[in-house]
């Protein structure tokens, strides 16, 4: 590997394999890792260790503050009114919202593969992550999707993955061989390993072996660089906090649920507290990138790009 296509953030994914190692043990062990308990467990960590890396997206608008809308009132109305658009669609259209929710975590997770020298083939791995679980587990993502959207016609959206999944996966594995020819191998590598944890594992645990173990440590780390923020002392002040106010979202959208099984309201305020804040979430990168153009020279950016990093890197010139 030539140090000028790898990435600051392209570490060999040891968390992640030792991870989906534990978890394949266990799974062979006889352990239900889709019963409830490892179902809530999962859902619970989703809160707890995937979602802080959100947080810092505020701090990475200001830091590159111009405007009425950067300043922080004007981002807290922007990400307040977009969650709360979010939340009023699964209220009123639930299958609707959980589509909406798919297609755009696609687009997001894509993001995490770049430097496959085309956008469909980062596209194909993100989509192949999340439709793989069909594979195995169609009726596991049916039921899933049914408790989540309260409704029988959520399992069309299961139907409507697994018909997508086999052209998906394909374009993956052909995602990960570009990533290893061009030198980015422990990219190929984590790749991989969520590919296959999301294809063997119970959907729930192996997207969130993916989601903690690989996405979010990767944009944290990032979103940390490009703030010049080292040590907890400098950003927990920001990420507990602002993790703690998502929790309480969490918390109050667990209240409103009328679903009576544990794990199924567990995993409904989870997954919807995690799809409300997905599309703030998502803008982020995009508004940060359109003030970077305007603040960074073209080249800088550029650069960034060309090394395989993620365009808000180069805010940390
Ligand atoms: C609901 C659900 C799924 C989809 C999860 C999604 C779409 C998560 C997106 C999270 C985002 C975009 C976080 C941003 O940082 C899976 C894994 C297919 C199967 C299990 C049930
Ligand atoms: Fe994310």
């Known amino acids: 590997m030539t140090?000028?296509?790898?990435?600051?953030?392209?570490?060999?994914?040891?968390?992640?394999?030792?991870?989906?190692?534990?978890?394949?043990?266990?799974?062979i062990a006889g352990v239900p890792l889709g019963g409830a308990a490892a179902t809530s467990v999962g859902c619970l960590s989703l809160l707890v260790f995937g979602l802080p890396h959100g947080t810092l997206d505020l701090e990475l608008i200001k830091a590159r503050s111009r405007g009425p809308w950067t300043g922080l009132a004007g981002l807290l109305v922007l990400y307040l009114g977009c969650a709360a658009l979010i939340l009023a669609l699964w209220q009123v259209a639930p299958v609707l919202a959980l589509g909406a929710f798919i297609v755009t975590a696609t687009v997001h997770f894509s993001e995490d593969w770049d430097g496959t020298g085309a956008r469909f083939l980062e596209l194909g791995v993100a989509l192949g992550l999340l439709c793989a679980p069909t594979l195995i587990h169609r009726d596991a993502m049916a039921r899933i999707f049914v408790g989540l959207t309260g409704q029988a016609q959520g399992s069309m959206i299961a139907d409507l993955m697994f018909l997508v999944m086999p052209v998906a996966l394909v374009v993956a594995l052909v995602a990960?061989?570009?990533?290893?020819?061009?030198?980015?191998?422990?990219?190929?590598?984590?790749?991989t390993l969520s590919l296959a944890s999301m294809v063997l594992l119970p959907p729930i645990v192996g997207?969130?072996?993916?989601?903690?173990?690989?996405?979010?440590?990767?944009?944290f780390r990032e979103s940390l660089s490009a703030l010049h923020w080292l040590g907890f002392a400098r950003w927990g002040w920001v990420v507990v906090p602002l993790t703690g106010a998502a929790g309480l979202i969490a918390l109050s959208l667990f209240g409103m649920e009328i679903r009576p099984a544990l794990p199924?309201?567990?995993?409904?305020?989870?997954?919807?507290?995690?799809?409300?804040?997905?599309?703030?979430?998502?803008?982020?990168?995009?508004?940060?990138?359109?003030?970077?153009?305007?603040?960074?020279?073209?080249?800088?950016?550029?650069a960034a790009i060309a090394l395989g990093q993620h365009p808000r890197a180069a805010l940390a010139d």
């Open 3 to 27: 140090l000028s296509n790898r990435s600051p953030s392209d570490r060999p994914p040891r968390v992640l394999a030792l991870g989906a190692a534990a978890c394949g043990l266990a799974m």
């Open 176 to 191: 990960v061989a570009a990533l290893w020819s061009s030198g980015r191998r422990s990219r190929a590598i984590a790749a």
């Open 207 to 219: 997207f969130a072996l993916y989601f903690c173990l690989f996405h979010s440590p990767r944009h």
């Open 264 to 302: 199924e309201r567990i995993m409904a305020a989870s997954f919807m507290t995690l799809s409300i804040l997905t599309v703030p979430h998502m803008l982020v990168p995009l508004l940060v990138e359109a003030l970077a153009r305007r603040g960074t020279p073209v080249a800088t950016r550029d």
